[in-house]
């Protein structure tokens, strides 16, 4: 096994597409994987910044981070984290995290904020040793 490397894709290719087409279903099942074109309206979004997490050029793992400006402050959010199943338990979601915050934080984004679903809990309890916080809210969706 070699050592996981994260990176930030900025051009997509067959094998991101591929990864894709086998992490989403594990992340969630009510979401098709992006096609080709999803891809690269994500990695050509200036507020975009797809992680991908890689062994030996195999992706096994992806985080997409969203950074954007409003009145207050710059803020960023952590979306769509998952592992492939077959890695996990090697902190690859720690280090896909970790290299978020740091881009996050060096965007200067004032504070970076996620959503975890109550029954990942690894996930849950992964964000919290990380430092992350559950905040006192009420989150809305509009489903238009």
Known sequence: MA???ISERHHVDEALVEAFQRLIPQLSRSSPPPSGEGLRAIV????CHLLVATDDDEILGSLTLVVFPIPTA??????DVVVDEAASRRGIGASLNLHAIELATNLGAK?????SRPSREAANRLYKR??????????YRYEG
């Open 3 to 5: 050592e996981v490397i």
């Open 111 to 115: 504070t970076i904020d996620l959503t």
């Open 130 to 139: 990380l430092g992350f916080v559950a905040r006192e809210t009420n989150v």
């Open 44 to 47: 050509d979004s200036p507020a």
């Open 74 to 79: 710059i803020r960023a959010w952590i979306e």
